[in-house]
């Protein structure tokens, strides 16, 4: 899903580090260490692609953006006489057949008026979405004390710059206060705090959304989240995540995120390799930079032996690839069929950018491999869909998609939710083109919103941060906005406290001219990461001690 983030990568390493000592030269990064801890930090936030899950401004008086905190003759009888019998023949309930029908017609109604979403189905909250969507209770209330909702992302800077973030959530924002309701009546202040690529701005962003004291506070993309984190959290600040990157983001008691990142992609990806392909050897690729081998140890080298330990996999072998350099690539191939020849089903995991991916599959196919080939969603991109080579790939995704060739439609919930999605943003107006990076934020947004109302209508006081960051941890069924499926916080492992997304669906592509995706093995089911990630955390695959801060 966050596979996009990859394109930002390709040849702009090398800029982030000229960039980074021009502005060094004379501010806040003269000091070394620092430029490497910032070129670390871009680096991470590329990795979270990799990790990811797999769509003139018109903002509210309420939603700031600002570089600081803002804000019906005788024809008559005749006609009469048809519409008597019109109505005789609507309440005769019988067909051709002569049976009467009318309890099966009761079914559908009462099938109908039942709804889309479901609590029980897609997660608590789904339902109380769907009658505000069916009923729109209108404006808010802008005599009540609005609830305000802050963010932190980065924009403008030649290394990263991510306003459809901020947009989504604004367009979100403003549907409810527009025609909503706000929350439960109260106007959204939506506040975002936008800087650059300067740790000093990111740590203001901090002190001001800690000296606001918001009802609840979104994280955006930001390349300095472990330098704002101790700021917000000793705040009590209730926060709700975007695109987690950083492992203080996995793992950081008092936030909550509904996406998973590397957490749900990579180890889904162990397990589908095991369960389904039950790959020998499993040969995994992972980038060759501290952060990509950081993520990898953490994230698939564990899980993977975990698995093995199982007995569940036989072995495997982590492959690094140079991210974004091509003249390794030779050699990679070389390492991978060596890998491939020691088994009798290899099986291949990518977790690389989107075009590492497209050349090292052509590479691959090119020496003979004909093995499985997995990948997390970051090769979910037109460099590779596009190429014959990619068709029979199996790359992980949401929960649903269509498949015209197999006849499967999306879900009811999905098929509704969409297009309202689609019209809170165009209603708003962004500058920035719509993307998965849109849709996530509207939907964490809309998320956020939803919960504080279930919060309010149950007894609860939003304005109490301990008790909110309290329920939001607490919740077993929860609807995320935009996904059929609930999720539940009270399974994260205590490795990954902070994500309650553990699951991906992992779908086949065959390529654009012959139907796009079909479900494959798993038919309509997703792999659930819980189970193992619990497991791991309780015995000898542990997280070391020294990396567990």
């Not at 070129?39 to 590329?46: C, E, G, H, V």
């Not at 029979?392 to 939710?417: C, D, H, R």
């Amino acid at each position: 899903m966050l596979y996009a983030l990859w394109r930002l990568s390709h040849g702009r390493v090398l800029t982030l580090t000229k960039t980074l000592e021009k502005i060094g030269g004379g501010g806040p990064l003269r000091n070394s260490k620092l430029l490497k801890l910032l070129a670390l930090i871009f680096a991470f936030s590329l990795i979270a692609a990799a990790c990811g899950d797999d769509d003139d401004d018109g903002g509210s008086s309420s939603s700031s953006d600002n570089s600081a905190l803002s804000e019906e003759s005788s024809d008559d009888d005749a006609s009469s006489s048809e519409t008597a019998e019109e109505e005789a023949k609507e309440e005769d309930h019988s067909d051709d057949d002569g049976h009467d029908h009318s309890d099966e017609e009761e079914a559908e109604e009462e099938e109908e008026a039942a709804g889309a979403f479901s609590d029980a189905v897609n997660g608590d909250g789904a339902e109380l979405l769907e009658s505000l969507i069916d009923n729109p209770p209108g404006a808010a209330d802008d005599s009540l004390d609005p609830v305000v909702i802050t963010m932190s992302n980065i924009e403008g800077t030649p290394v990263g710059s991510f306003p459809e973030i901020r947009e989504g959530a604004a367009a979100a924002a403003k549907a409810f206060n527009d025609n909503y309701g706000g929350m439960n009546g109260r106007p959204i202040d939506f506040q975002p705090c936008v800087h650059g690529l300067d740790p000093a701005e990111a740590t203001n962003c901090a002190n001001d959304i800690a000296d606001e004291a918001p009802t609840l506070h979104i994280q955006g993309i930001d390349f300095f989240n472990p330098l704002q984190w101790p700021t917000l959290v000793a705040a009590g600040v209730p926060v709700m995540q975007t695109v987690p990157i950083f492992v203080s983001d996995f793992n950081t008691p008092g936030l909550i995120s509904t996406e998973g990142g590397c957490v749900s992609a990579f180890p889904t990806g162990m397990q589908y390799m095991a369960d389904v392909v039950k790959a020998d050897p499993l040969i995994i690729l992972y980038a060759n930079s501290a952060p990509g081998i950081e993520c990898y140890n953490d994230t698939e080298a564990r899980p993977a032996q975990q698995l093995v330990d199982e007995g569940k996999l036989t072995s495997f072998v982590g492959v690094e690839d140079a991210s974004g350099d091509p003249t390794d690539n030779e050699a990679v191939v070389q390492r991978i069929m060596e890998a491939a020849a020691t088994g009798d089903n290899p099986g291949v995991f990518f977790g690389l950018q989107a075009s590492d991916c497209a050349e090292l599959v052509a590479g691959m196919v090119a020496a003979g491999y004909d093995g499985v080939i997995v990948s997390s969603a970051s090769c979910k991109d037109d460099s590779v869909l596009s190429q014959p080579f990619s068709h029979g790939m199996v790359i992980s995704g949401e929960e649903e998609i269509y498949t015209p060739n197999e006849g499967i439609e999306l879900s009811a919930y999905q098929t509704k939710y969409n297009p309202w999605r689609d019209a809170n943003q165009d209603a708003y107006g962004p500058d920035a083109p719509k993307s998965q990076f849109m849709n996530v934020a509207h939907d964490v947004m809309v998320t956020a919103i939803i919960t504080m109302m279930r919060f309010e209508n149950g007894g609860g006081d939003v304005d109490d941060n301990a008790a909110l960051i309290e329920y939001l941890a607490g919740q077993d069924n929860w609807n995320r906005a935009g996904r059929s499926k609930p999720m539940d916080c009270t399974t994260n492992s205590s490795e990954f406290v902070s994500v309650c997304k553990k699951d991906a669906g992992y779908y086949i592509w065959n390529g654009y001219e012959n139907g796009g995706w079909s479900y494959g093995p798993l038919g309509t089911e997703i792999l659930d990461a819980t189970d193992l990630l619990l497991r791991m955390a309780e015995g000898p695959n542990a997280r070391p001690a020294a990396d567990a801060g």
